[in-house]
């Protein structure tokens, strides 16, 4: 069974940083985009960045220059480094990878989920 396990989220104050995870483990053949999302209270959930296989970037206008995503192909885990965090930036945060199976059958999975909180 594929499956993407998260870690990393917290709270934090205004101006600090966190770092979450995701690692992708199972039958795996190979993984393409992964990417982080997040959803507000009351909000919907919305891409925060992804990154290709090749390492191409996109990144949502409001955390450029102070998120950076990663990607480690040899452990199938990406990252989110999240530096002068906001207030605004507390959600619930959601990893998400596009991966073929060893059965060649691709789809999309998510992560359980890990909340940040950035207090003021």
């Known amino acids: 069974q594929v499956q993407l396990v998260e870690s990393g989220g917290g709270l934090v104050q205004a101006g600090g940083s966190l770092r979450l995870s995701c690692a992708a483990s199972g039958p795996i053949f190979s993984v393409n985009d992964m990417g982080w999302y997040r959803q507000a209270p009351g909000k919907q959930r919305e891409l925060v960045a992804v990154i290709t296989s090749r390492g191409r970037i996109n990144s949502l206008d409001s955390v450029k220059g102070r998120f950076t995503i990663s990607r480690d192909n040899a452990k199938n885990t990406v990252y989110l480094q999240m530096n002068s965090l906001k207030p605004d930036d507390t959600a619930v945060y959601y990893c998400?990878?596009?991966?073929?199976?060893?059965?060649?059958?691709?789809?999309?999975?998510w992560g359980q989920g890990t909340q940040v909180t950035v207090s003021s």
């Open positions: 998400n990878a596009e991966i073929r199976d060893r059965l060649y059958r691709t789809r999309t999975y």
